[in-house]
């Protein structure tokens, strides 16, 4: 609890200097999110994964955090929409995000065909590091390429810099100290994790999808909600969309860690469930951005949302269920 406590404090800080920044350097608000916000809320999901894999000896942890926190970022979307009161949470955000969500579903279901494939050994490796994680690597740096031009094409506009705030030099100060916090904190959680399967006689695979993930998925929750109150909406957008890509960053260093062989077979296969789960999500959310959903299912959420977390909740069961 002391754990969650922190880590969604510090996370909330990071939204407001990720704000700031973008007001003082002229990047918009996605382009913020998808990057500079997106890349140290994972930080969480990077350092468990590698203390897990390198300290704690359990690889299940660090998959299970990875995706499950890829799952996770896309419910958050459909809880910031029932929290939303200011009008449809998907009609406000730019259609740029399309991209990001699009590349989401295609790294997502290219780590459910590695785990799948080096399940039945039909994948080769280079010394301990299979060539999966080469080919995702790949993929995710012309991902970013991909984005970074569209980025450059749409020259979209910062935000203007409102009067009597904080300086970049303390937006970037205040910036450092919470990715601290961050880091520190992930670093406790995958023993914490480790000691609650033992303890309630679960799988490790369970408790990183489910517990860790949520656990380290909550700088992206205390961020969105920050971004969502003082009207980024493409600043939480891009941040979650972002964070998704940058954890299947994170299974690449987590198998570059494993130096016992590659870490996509030494893994429960069931990750791969959370993999293709995320891959629906990101589906989902391309449609809620093409079609702009503005009534509310029972004046709660659009419908789109109400998806997200079904399957979210659909994962979790899979993930119980093979748990026990």
Known sequence: ????????????????????????????RSWVGLVLVATVTSLPEMVTGLSAVVLAGAPD???GDALGSCVFNLAILAVADVLHRRGPLYA??????????????????????????????????IGHISLASVVLLVLYAGSMRLLFDAEQ????????????TMTLKQALMGYSMASAVIVA???????????????????????????????TSLPELATTWGAIRIGAVDLAFGNLLGSNLFDVLILVLD?????????????????????????????????????????RVWRLASWVSIVLLALYLLNAVVQYVHGH
């Open 1 to 28: 609890m002391v754990c969650l406590v922190v880590i969604a404090l510090a996370g909330l800080r990071l939204s407001r200097y990720g704000e700031r920044i973008a007001a003082l350097t002229g990047l918009s």
């Open 92 to 125: 406000q955000a730019s259609s740029s995000h399309m991209l990001a969500a699009g590349l989401g579903v295609g790294l997502c279901a290219a780590v459910a065909l590695a785990l799948m494939l080096s399940r039945e050994g039909t994948v080769p490796a």
């Open 153 to 164: 094409r749409n020259g979209a506009s910062g935000v203007t810099p409102a009067p009597g």
């Open 61 to 63: 942890i660090a998959v």
């Open 185 to 215: 904190m992930g670093i406790w959680l995958p023993h914490l994790g480790v000691q609650i399967a033992r303890a309630m006689g679960w799988s490790s695979s369970f408790v990183g999808t489910l517990f860790v993930a949520m656990a």
């Open 255 to 295: 198998d570059v860690a494993h130096t016992s062989g590659p870490i996509w077979s030494a893994v429960a296969p069931v990750h791969a469930v959370s993999a293709v789960m995320a891959a629906l999500m990101s589906a989902a959310v391309i449609v809620a951005l093409a079609c702009r959903p503005a009534r």
